[in-house]
């Protein structure tokens, strides 16, 4: 299970952090990532990390902003947003993906998603 929250109402130029709380040992074990859905469009990639944390990709309309994280011991993922636009709007949901070492992008590789936490950037 996977419990997502931090979002809120921010001014363009701001930042927020996400986190989403895991339940489970297997946390440590699988890729980890965050997606967003705006209102009327599907939902994408944002930015993922490998088991150990050595590994990151992201969106390209949010490199050098945002910047992902998690600490498995506190069965936890994290999502730095700063420098925050309009545009980021959405509801950002965590996702766990495979064991595999390797890093995705596809929704569909991610079988297990939280609830999801709204972020709204006003300019």
């Known amino acids: 299970q996977l419990q997502a929250s931090g979002g809120g109402l921010v001014q363009a130029g701001g930042s927020l952090r996400l986190s989403c709380a895991a339940s489970g040992r297997t946390f440590s074990n699988v890729l980890m990532g965050w997606f967003r859905q705006a209102p009327g469009k599907e939902r994408e990639f944002v930015s993922a990390?490998?088991?150990?944390?050595?590994?990151?990709n992201y969106a390209d309309s949010v490199k050098g902003r945002f910047t992902i994280s998690r600490d498995n011991a506190k069965l936890t993922l994290y999502l730095q947003m700063n420098d925050l636009k309009p545009e980021d709007t959405a509801i950002y949901y965590c996702a766990a993906g495979p064991s595999s070492p390797w890093l995705s992008s596809t929704v569909t590789d991610f079988n297990l998603w939280g609830q999801g936490t709204l972020v709204t950037v006003f300019s």
């Open positions: 990390i490998t088991r150990t944390g050595i590994s990151t």
